[in-house]
């Protein structure tokens, strides 16, 4: 007679990597093109001047100078990357 064999703990230990999110460059902070400033869910930071965004919401710097956060009056808060320190 077919017969399985007992799969108790086999059929788990599965689990996937922690998403990293959250702000990786702050205010005044120095950043190259490309780096890598927020990692977030959904647009809560707004891209701003010289700063890219992609298609899981990462913002990153388009060219080198300094990070900038700024909250508009309609209560929405944008980064950009200004290339002389403000």
């Known amino acids: 007679?077919?017969?399985k064999k007992g799969v108790g703990s086999s059929k788990n230990?599965?689990?996937?990597n922690p998403q990293y999110?959250?702000?990786k460059k702050y205010?005044?902070?120095k950043v190259l093109a490309g780096n890598i400033i927020i990692?977030?869910?959904g647009t809560r930071i707004h891209k701003g001047e010289n700063v890219?965004?992609?298609n899981d919401y990462t913002i990153f710097s388009l060219i080198e100078?300094?990070?900038k956060y700024?909250?508009?009056k309609t209560g929405r808060k944008f980064v950009s990357v200004y290339p002389d320190r403000i």
């Open 39 to 41: 990692r977030q869910r």
């Open 70 to 72: 700024e909250t508009k």
């Open 13 to 16: 230990g599965r689990d996937s």
């Open 52 to 54: 890219g965004i992609g």
């Open 1 to 3: 007679m077919a017969h």
């Open 21 to 23: 999110l959250g702000v």
């Open 65 to 67: 100078g300094f990070v």
């Open 27 to 29: 205010g005044g902070q």
